[in-house]
């Protein structure tokens, strides 16, 4: 056994006592993390000593390599994670795996094991299934809008989850101030190459701060909703991986299926049908549990606002790489993505009196990287939904 995961295993030996006064024994089963990753994530058996039998037999140990040499975003991350996964864990009408222990000061996270069954939502999108592929996308949006209404009238219960983890670990710099920065970066890259007109930074630095505070659409956001922070089990899929979590607009996760997945190596289209069908499935769910669902105005408005945060995002992110050799990340390379964020941004801004100001920059912008960049193709559809006849 791996002398480091075995010195995991015994601390969280020692937490277990600490957590649930009675020892437990942790057997290491398998490395499931990468050699060179971040995080160290392990597979366990996990046996109690007394008569604590409401722990799960198998779990998931996940922890900063090196808490203490760990990177300041890293921990903060790690704090983010914490709160996340106990907030989440705790909403009944989620599913979400059961949190054992989360340690921020210590970089440990304990959960249920889900176990591999039906894998997640990339191994349906990468595949070859396109059955199984719509499945999983529905399940994706039905549970992501399930996410965000339980979550609504608990925000404050996060928050309490977030202050305690603070104090054991790293005040997180927040989100909002991340994208803000992130802004005011690409505007003045865009500065480097014409002039911008008079309202489009302040436009765009708006539109971000709107997405970031108490409005319509305000609850916990997953901010990372990848198709691999899923685990699909029956019918059912489980969000995990909480590192990017935060209070915010709904629609900054809902547009992910159009962005398409800004922060994920599985960046590829989806079909228009499907796409459809999902914003439809998803804005459906949420209108149960929250009315601003149903102002299709109010909704559409929102989702611009939650595709301006991903544009600055994604350039303060694929933007080094790009500018380099813009090697391949996943299905599609850095220029691809950047050029696919522009696009989408001008297509969906483009409906909306209060958001003319963005078009003549971004078309420019759209046309200069076109220009800069001729070899980098649309994104492309996922491998699932190639096969298929009909319109992508």
């Given amino acids: 056994m791996d002398e480091g995961a075995r010195r995991v295993a015994d601390e969280v030996e020692r937490l277990l006592v600490t957590r649930y006064a009675e020892a437990g024994r942790v057997t290491v089963r398998e490395m499931i993390s990468e050699p060179d990753g971040r995080h160290l994530v392990l597979r366990c058996a996990l046996e109690m000593a007394g008569d604590n039998s409401s722990l799960p037999d198998s779990i998931i140990v996940k922890r900063l390599r090196?808490?203490?040499?760990?990177?300041?975003?890293?921990?903060?991350?790690f704090v983010r994670e914490c709160a996340g996964a106990?907030?989440?864990?705790?909403?009944?009408?989620?599913?979400?795996?059961?949190?054992?222990?989360?340690?921020?000061?210590?970089?440990?996270?304990?959960?249920?094991?889900?176990?591999?069954?039906?894998?997640?939502?990339?191994?349906?999108?990468?595949?070859?299934d396109p059955e199984r592929a719509e499945a999983a996308l529905t399940a994706y949006a039905t549970s992501l809008a399930l996410l965000h209404t339980a979550a609504r009238p608990r925000v404050d219960r996060y928050e309490q989850w977030l202050a305690r983890h603070t104090e054991l670990g790293h005040l997180p710099a927040t989100i909002e101030t991340e994208a803000l920065q992130h802004t005011a970066e690409f505007c003045a890259w865009l500065r480097t190459f014409f002039e911008l007109p008079s309202g489009f930074e302040s436009t765009l630095t708006e539109m971000v701060v709107r997405v970031h505070?108490?409005?319509?659409?305000?609850?916990?956001?997953?901010?990372?909703?990848?198709?691999?922070?899923?685990?699909?089990?029956?019918?059912?899929?489980?969000?995990?991986?909480?590192?990017?979590?935060?209070?915010?607009?709904?629609?900054?996760?809902a547009v992910y299926l159009r962005a398409p997945f800004p922060s994920c190596w599985c960046c590829g289209r989806l079909p228009e049908a499907t796409l459809t069908r999902l914003e439809r499935c998803y804005r459906e769910e949420l209108s149960r549990r929250c009315s601003a669902g149903r102002d299709a105005a109010l909704f559409e408005a929102g989702m611009v606002e939650a595709s301006a945060h991903w544009l600055v995002r994604r350039f303060a992110w694929f933007l080094p790489g790009a500018l380099d050799d813009d090697k391949p990340l996943g299905l599609c390379g850095r220029r691809s993505r950047l050029l696919g964020a522009v696009g989408e941004l001008a297509a969906r801004a483009r409906d909306f009196v209060a958001y003319r100001s963005l078009l003549t920059p971004l078309d420019r912008l759209a046309e200069l990287l076109g220009q800069r960049w001729p070899e980098a193709a649309e994104i492309p559809l996922f491998p699932a939904f190639r096969g298929r006849s009909g319109p992508s």
């Fill in 66 to 77: 090196e808490p203490a040499q760990s990177s300041l975003e890293e921990r903060r991350g």
């Fill in 86 to 128: 106990e907030f989440v864990g705790s909403l009944a009408a989620v599913p979400a795996p059961r949190i054992v222990l989360a340690d921020a000061a210590t970089g440990l996270l304990v959960a249920e094991d889900l176990g591999t069954g039906r894998g997640n939502l990339a191994d349906a999108l990468l595949g070859d």
């Fill in 213 to 253: 505070r108490p409005g319509p659409f305000y609850t916990f956001v997953h901010g990372d909703a990848c198709p691999d922070n899923t685990v699909l089990r029956g019918e059912k899929l489980f969000w995990i991986d909480f590192e990017l979590g935060h209070l915010g607009s709904a629609l900054i996760d």
